[in-house]
């Protein structure tokens, strides 16, 4: 049965499994919360879910509890950082804090991180970054499995690729736009199995290189003991968009490429290329605020279509989620709890 749970209760359940597996209690805090915020941002591919994942990555080896960053360049506008294969929840924040440090210092950053463990929701970043004034650009590449298939291609070759942009508005609630280059994030396709569901059509293909509706192809080894592929959004330009991302998320941060059979390994790596502007130091300032806003009321002012919710801005449907799920709980299906428990029981929780 699926259950409903208080997300400051869900966050010290996690807590303390991550704990278990290894984690300080500040890191598994760190941890915990920021899965946590991806459920209550209705993002649960990105939330607790994982946790059962990361415990089975630390098992592994491959993740590496009580990790911090490296800065491993640092040339004024240009920040290389190495994740070390810590929680990228952890070095992560501690990459993009240096970027947004060095940014507000010199107007912009270029920082390129490699070898995170699973940075989670990329959002998260554009967040830190819009709090302080910033406009903040990622491309991300995933090193797991390859889940995603090149436009006109029949198999998996790439992972989900996230993308991701955030501009502060003033006076109103930045714009944050983040989204898997995927037409939709594994971890929807991981949810939507363990809740019995099909998906719309479009979204995948089957270990034939078919059209399918059948989540599990990406979940569950098929029969052949391959794997389905999820396509790209925007055909081939969202294609496209997913190769950027592993030219600048994987070859240029130095994190690496995907270029080898599927394996099982647990653990998920990211690379991720973030790029920081300070506005105020560009010089446009006063006529980027202006101009800005404009557009945004201009977009506000269209009318909403049929049956449609109106317009909205990409950041709303988030914020709507967090004031929801924050009163009403975070609602945990029954495969989901049942992995978190598992997963608690492997490590001693
Ligand atoms: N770390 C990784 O390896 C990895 C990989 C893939 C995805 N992700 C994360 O997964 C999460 C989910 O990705 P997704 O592709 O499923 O997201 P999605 O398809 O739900 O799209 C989300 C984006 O679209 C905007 N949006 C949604 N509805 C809108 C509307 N009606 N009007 C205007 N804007 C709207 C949202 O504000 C958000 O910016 C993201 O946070 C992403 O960073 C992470």
């Given at each position: ?203 995948l293909i089957d270990e034939e290189g078919r059209p399918t509706t059948d989540p599990g192809v990406v979940v569950v080894p098929q029969p052949k003991g391959g794997f389905g592929a999820l396509m790209t959004f925007g055909e081939h330009k ?44 560009l010089g446009t300032a006063g006529s980027f605020a202006q101009e800005a806003m404009a557009f945004v009321d201009w977009l506000r002012q269209s009318p909403p279509a049929p049956d449609s919710d109106g317009v909205q801005l990409a950041g ?34």
């Amino acid at each position: 049965m699926a259950v409903t749970i208080a997300p400051q209760d869900l966050e010290s359940k996690v807590a303390s499994i991550l704990q278990a597996a290894g984690s300080s209690p500040a890191e598994a805090r760190t941890v915990a919360s920021n899965l946590v915020l991806a459920n209550l941002s209705g993002h649960d591919s990105h939330g607790v879910g994982m946790a059962p994942r990361y415990v089975d990555a630390v098992l592994e080896g491959g993740l590496k509890p009580n990790t911090a960053m490296s800065v491993t360049l640092d040339a004024g506008a240009l920040v290389s950082v190495d994740g070390n294969q810590g929680y990228g929840q952890i070095v992560g924040e501690q990459a993009v804090q240096f970027g947004i440090r060095r940014a507000k210092e010199i107007g912009s950053c270029i920082l390129a991180l490699s070898r995170a463990h699973h940075l989670g929701r990329i959002g998260h970043f554009a967040e830190m970054a819009v709090a302080q004034g910033l406009v903040s650009l990622h491309f991300v590449n995933v090193l797991s499995r390859p889940v995603v298939a090149p436009w006109n291609g029949g198999d998996g070759r790439f992972g989900t690729n996230p993308c991701c942009i955030g501009v502060p508005l003033p006076g109103q609630p930045p714009f944050v736009l983040d989204f898997a280059t995927s037409r939709v994030a594994q971890g929807k396709m991981r949810v939507a199995h363990n809740e019995g569901r099909r998906v719309d059509p479009g979204y995948l293909i089957d270990e034939e290189g078919r059209p399918t509706t059948d989540p599990g192809v990406v979940v569950v080894p098929q029969p052949k003991g391959g794997f389905g592929a999820l396509m790209t959004f925007g055909e081939h330009k969202g294609y496209g968009l997913a190769v950027a991302c592993e030219l600048l998320g994987g070859a240029l941060t130095g994190g690496g490429t995907y270029h080898r059979p599927p394996d099982n390994a647990r653990t998920v790596y990211n690379g991720m290329l973030t790029i920081l502007i300070d506005p105020a130091k560009l010089g446009t300032a006063g006529s980027f605020a202006q101009e800005a806003m404009a557009f945004v009321d201009w977009l506000r002012q269209s009318p909403p279509a049929p049956d449609s919710d109106g317009v909205q801005l990409a950041g709303e449907p988030e914020r709507q989620a967090r004031e929801r799920r924050a009163r009403d709980g975070i609602v945990i299906d029954a495969t989901t709890w049942a992995e978190i428990e598992a997963a608690g029981k492997k490590v001693g929780a």
